[in-house]
């Protein structure tokens, strides 16, 4: 008789459990936009698209971020276009401070290449900082190395002045690049947002790239950036 007992204490133990493991687990944020850029080089305009689609879950302190982008290109780029799909793992510290790791896997028109990222986000109340620093290998023995800070100040409730600069290291061309943006980010109720940016990209060719982009989120967006070969380099 006292089996009885027994096993309706250990399946409200098992409920109990259950309830606490699906109450640690919540939607952290999540962001679709679309982004359009004309870029400036060698005297030759050229024009590409960008959507992408965040989101992420949070365990607790754990950070699980899902990234997914389809890119299309105009005439008289070497590739069409490229998809691109990034799983960040990230811990924060405080609402303030957070840490995290990436892989990013993409195709460029059959042609692979890879993205594995470490990134810091310091984002105290108006203002935001993610600090960047990404491996980029693929098919011909492709290889770059990528640091990058992004900061954004928040000068009213609606206005952010966003920056960034990314040092790039091509090392399979033996290349390197700067590349430096200043912008302006404008949100509307219920998450709706416009942002412009324009980019200067200095090493062994200069190039302006002026851009646009369109995006809702939801919880005020993801916790880290984008990774994918537009997010790192901004040039087509």
């Given at each position: 008789?006292?089996?009885?007992?027994?096993?309706?204490?250990?399946?409200?133990a098992?409920?109990?459990?259950?309830?606490a493991?699906?109450?640690?687990v919540s939607?952290?944020g999540?962001?679709?936009?679309?982004d359009?850029h004309?870029t400036e080089l060698?005297?030759?305009?050229a024009t590409s698209?960008?959507?992408?689609?965040?989101?992420?879950?949070?365990?607790?302190?754990?950070?699980?971020?899902?990234?997914?982008?389809?890119a299309?290109?105009?005439?008289g780029?070497p590739?069409?276009?490229y998809t691109?799909g990034t799983l960040?793992l990230g811990y924060?510290?405080?609402p303030?401070?957070?840490?995290?790791?990436?892989?990013?896997?993409?195709d460029?028109?059959?042609e692979?290449y890879n993205?594995?990222?470490g990134?810091v986000?310091y984002?105290p109340?108006?203002l935001?900082?993610e600090?960047v620093?990404?491996?980029?290998?693929?098919?011909f023995?492709?290889?770059?190395?990528?640091?990058?800070?992004r900061a954004s100040?928040?000068?009213?409730?609606s206005?952010?002045?966003t920056?960034?600069?990314?040092?790039?290291?091509?090392?399979?061309?033996a290349?390197?690049w700067?590349?430096?943006g200043?912008?302006?980010r404008?949100?509307?109720?219920?998450?709706?947002y416009?942002?412009?940016?324009a980019?200067?990209l200095?090493?062994?060719?200069?190039?302006?790239?002026?851009?646009i982009e369109?995006?809702?989120?939801?919880?005020?967006g993801?916790?880290?950036?984008p990774?994918?070969?537009?997010g790192?380099?901004t040039?087509?």
């Amino acid at each position: 008789m006292t089996r009885y007992p027994s096993v309706l204490g250990i399946l409200a133990a098992v409920a109990t459990a259950t309830t606490a493991s699906a109450q640690a687990v919540s939607l952290g944020g999540a962001e679709v936009s679309y982004d359009y850029h004309i870029t400036e080089l060698l005297g030759d305009r050229a024009t590409s698209g960008r959507l992408r689609a965040s989101g992420e879950l949070l365990f607790g302190a754990i950070i699980g971020q899902l990234d997914l982008v389809s890119a299309d290109y105009g005439d008289g780029r070497p590739y069409d276009g490229y998809t691109s799909g990034t799983l960040h793992l990230g811990y924060a510290f405080s609402p303030e401070f957070a840490v995290g790791l990436s892989y990013t896997a993409e195709d460029f028109d059959g042609e692979s290449y890879n993205v594995v990222a470490g990134s810091v986000v310091y984002s105290p109340p108006t203002l935001g900082i993610e600090g960047v620093y990404a491996v980029y290998t693929g098919d011909f023995d492709y290889e770059a190395n990528f640091l990058q800070a992004r900061a954004s100040y928040a000068l009213s409730n609606s206005f952010s002045v966003t920056g960034d600069v990314t040092f790039i290291d091509e090392a399979s061309a033996a290349k390197k690049w700067q590349n430096f943006g200043l912008g302006g980010r404008y949100s509307f109720a219920q998450g709706v947002y416009i942002e412009a940016s324009a980019h200067q990209l200095i090493g062994d060719v200069d190039a302006s790239i002026l851009g646009i982009e369109i995006g809702f989120d939801i919880g005020g967006g993801t916790t880290f950036g984008p990774r994918d070969w537009q997010g790192l380099m901004t040039i087509y």
